[in-house]
């Protein structure tokens, strides 16, 4: 069975950094692009970032761009968001996804229950 | 970037009944729209890909049909555990993009 479980998230000031993580295990991690998605209080769906299966590609909406780094570890079946200069407008719940395939622009079968970003002073 | 248009914003319909939502999109994208449902505290979940493609053991009273700028997803005979909110995707290009979603509520 596929598991994905964030963590990381937190309370964390204007011009804070946070790193998310995403454990990943039921499939074989290194076959697949990933990619994470935000989701802001009461708000629609936002895609943040994507890696492809072997980190080799990699995209980033322009909100997060020069902001944000996504990898992955295939070794460690783990994702991860480096958050740098966190915004109010970076709050969310941050969900990571496996894609359906390793290359990416693939639709998302597979979400973790998603870790709660919130930026404040 | 392409947008993702849904309607309407809100349905309400009687268990029982179906429904048909729609979503439209910028430009082509040919097949490559997926739709999502998401419940009340829970993460998204995938059910059609490829525009009409059920995903996993998907009940047959969802439908997805379209291609090229309009698509829809028709769920017949409404259960209490369908109403949700649904968004469609684009994976024609980048970046991947949403609609706001419609929100499927009980009359």
């Known amino acids: 069975e596929v598991h994905l479980l964030e963590s990381g998230g937190a309370l964390v000031q204007p011009g804070g950094s946070l790193r998310l993580s995403c454990a990943a295990s039921g499939f074989t991690f290194s076959n697949h692009a990933m990619t994470w998605v935000r989701q802001a209080p009461g708000k629609g769906l936002e895609w943040v970032a994507d890696i492809s299966a072997t980190g080799y590609s990699i995209y980033y909406a322009d909100s997060v761009k020069g902001r944000f780094t996504i990898s992955r570890d295939n070794s460690k079946n783990t994702l991860y968001l480096q958050m740098n200069s966190l915004r109010a407008e970076d709050t969310a719940v941050y969900y990571c996804?496996?894609?359906?395939?390793?290359?990416?622009?693939?639709?998302?079968?597979?979400w973790g229950q998603g870790t709660l970003v919130t930026v404040s002073s | 970037e392409i947008v993702m248009t849904q309607s309407p914003g809100t349905l309400s319909v009687s268990p029982g009944e179906g429904a048909t939502l729609s979503c439209r999109t910028s430009?082509?994208?040919?097949?490559?729209v997926a739709w999502y449902q998401q419940r009340p505290g829970q993460a998204p979940r995938l059910l059609i890909q490829?525009?009409?493609v059920r995903a996993g053991d998907l009940a047959d009273r969802f439908t997805g049909s379209g291609s090229g700028t309009e698509f829809a997803l028709t769920i017949s005979s409404l259960q209490s555990e369908d109403f949700a909110i649904y968004y469609c995707q684009q994976y024609q290009e980048w970046p991947y993009t949403f609609g706001r979603g419609t929100k499927l509520e009980i009359k």
């Open positions: 490829t525009a009409s």
């Open positions: 430009e082509s994208v040919g097949t490559n």
């Open positions: 996804a496996k894609e359906v395939g390793g290359v990416s622009l693939e639709p998302f079968d597979f």
